[in-house]
């Protein structure tokens, strides 16, 4: 397998943009990616954009308008939609497209306008559930519903309590504090999550991610390359990606990401035992209890106490969404998994100011999209490390 | 490079299917293709699905939602959507990760339902376009006005007639009715074109592809693994694809064809006059007439006179778009390119009855989508060989 590497990411701030379009923020992630790996457009042979094309001013090829306003243009351009993975699919088409030999340095772009109205809200609610429309969306199956599912299952099996999950928030939120690009940047209590506005029992709108827009965008190269480029390159030891088996099992939405890191710690030759931070899919406070257990961070059934005590914390054993994560920093969904590479490679560089991990040598993406009869459409992980 | 066979190809009719939905068209496609190969569901390492996801009950993720119901699932599954060249661009990334040589097998799907009512017809027609709807498509730049623009250019620079331009659709709709997957099967007279109604001068009615339902299907393997399938094997030569460079010139939407044609000549060692036919992008007669010229099949200027002479006709110097084309077979977007393929493949195996093309060894296939500033968004050809 050939060595890559990231040599560049750049990202807009995610959040209520009004003042942006899609293009206007696909252009500035990918301008602020070029600028990082110090590449001119024409350096890039092969481009991925990973959008939902949710917002009403998305135009159809969006990856070719947008960057070719930022002059790349000419070379295979892909737009690739699914659902909330998205952006990482895009990502990890790049590095399967490195793989070939036939290409040596390409760019993955994700961007998405969550926060305009849009002229079909049924349309656009089904959609971004990501659920299969005519079986499950159609009888109000949203995420919410699918996660408060799973929470409750976990709490009658396991005896995790509401203010474990709640707990999530409250780290989350405090991360998002300390990232100037985070959609939102206070801190909230236990007592703000317990007592915000319901949404389905036990989530309440504070276990809940935003809506929001963004863009960030990846350069990625041959390692044999990288000496064109004079961005701080981060190795990447994997790049998995997986999709449902809808198994209708206990496991809600749990394993597809159980296989998804199998396939990556094989790849990489590392375990959960070495990785130092984690950006994952906590589309919902619950969501990322999960992500623990299956990931390998805690045992099965520990993910409640695995919060509470702090391991997840920055400073913890693992941290997990020192970015802000979904809850907090937002979720742009065709951005939010190139925006969580920016986070990691960006703490591997020693770059984050207060939510710095110390000493961060490994560190990890988990990006889901859709959901099934019970089991996740889409998991892209990746692993990162610093180089020597 | 690795040497890529396809082993399996499958499609549905193209045409008003309004007992379909999206899921079901797919669904069929996917099972002729593996029937074909004659390969299970498991024996599938990757897929990809292009679409635009045009149709009211397309969910996200119908890549998966469609595998899935025939068995396949949990591996890597990537919707593309990249206007009227999706379904190629699948095919393409398909090759691209056998090309990386971490799978052997992949299954590439195109699906798109047109012909059910659309809640917003304005964004269904912008998007239709392809064109930068902010732009080009708000002021009411759709496909008939970029292509009788280039018409009229054509006609005054090369004393091309509209005569001449008319016979595509003449040809093309001959040949359809001898495809029983075409959507329109019966011939039309020079008159009935000439007296179609008009759209936008001097491109009538009988000048432009219909709007269809329809679903293809490809399944690729590298050499090296194809005896684990039964289907008859075609070698693939080559797998271009280039997105649009913009130049503002005189040449509008040429430009991409003769750069993805220049990379698929030289990736197969092959040159235009090895070619014994093509299915090539008529979404409108003039089309046909640029992409002779384009694709090197005549001189520049020329394609007016190459069709007046018989030399696209099945028979002739190259049988251009022997299954009726984008004109007369029709245009469900996502699946028109692995509609193409399905066409090469089954005339290189000499499987076309009627419309069989006698002692066809090399195929070629052209699918451009999009359109902007006179230039197309992404071009895929691909160059397909029956083997000895």
């Not at 042979?45 to 790349?72: K, S």
């Not at 999530?168 to 300390?178: D, F, M, R, T």
């Not at 710690?265 to 919902?284: Q, R």
Request: charged share 20%.
């Amino acid at each position: 397998m050939r060595e890559v590497w990231i040599v560049g990411v750049g990202m807009t701030r995610f959040g209520r943009l009004s003042e942006y379009g899609v293009r206007e923020m696909a252009e500035e992630a990918v301008f602020d990616a070029l600028k990082d790996a110090g590449a001119k457009p024409s350096d890039m042979e092969i481009a991925y954009c990973g959008t939902e094309a949710m917002g009403p001013d998305t135009p159809m090829l969006v990856g070719q308008i947008a960057l070719e306003q930022m002059g790349i243009k000419g070379i295979p351009i892909t737009n690739i939609a699914n659902a909330c993975g998205s952006g990482s699919n895009a990502v990890r088409e790049a590095w399967l497209a490195l793989q070939s030999g036939l290409y040596d340095v390409a760019i993955a772009l994700g961007v998405e306008k969550l926060t305009s109205p849009h002229p079909d809200m049924f349309q656009l609610l089904s959609r971004l559930g990501g659920a299969d429309l005519m079986l499950e969306g159609c009888m109000g199956f949203f995420p919410p519903g699918v996660f408060s599912m799973a929470a409750l299952k976990h709490m009658e099996l396991y005896g995790t309590t509401r203010e474990q999950i709640a707990r999530v928030a409250v780290k989350n939120n405090y991360n998002g504090s300390l990232n100037p690009k985070a959609h939102y940047q206070k801190p909230v209590t236990l007592e703000d999550v317990l007592n915000s506005r319901p949404v389905s029992y036990p989530l309440n709108v504070l276990d809940c991610c935003p809506i929001s827009d963004g863009a960030a965008a990846v350069v990625l190269c041959g390692a044999d390359v990288a000496k064109r480029f004079t961005g701080t390159p981060v190795r990447m030891r994997a790049a998995a990606q997986k999709s449902g088996t809808y198994k209708d099992d206990m496991d809600l939405n749990a394993d597809t990401t159980r296989r998804a890191a199998k396939e990556a710690y094989e790849m990489a030759g590392l375990g959960p035992e070495d990785i130092d931070l984690a950006e994952v899919h906590d589309c919902f406070t619950f969501a990322e209890i999960q992500h623990y257990e299956d990931l390998g961070f805690c045992k099965h059934g520990e993910g409640g106490r695995f919060v509470e005590e702090g391991h997840a914390n920055i400073g913890g054993k693992v941290a997990v969404n020192s970015s802000g994560g979904l809850l907090a920093k937002g979720h742009p969904l065709g951005a939010t998994g190139p925006g969580q590479v920016n986070e990691v490679v960006e703490q591997l560089r020693g770059k984050c100011g207060k939510r710095q991990v110390a000493g961060a040598r490994i560190g990890m993406t988990h990006n889901g999209g859709g959901f099934r009869h019970g089991d996740t459409g889409i998991v892209v992980s990746f692993i990162l490390e610093k180089l020597k």
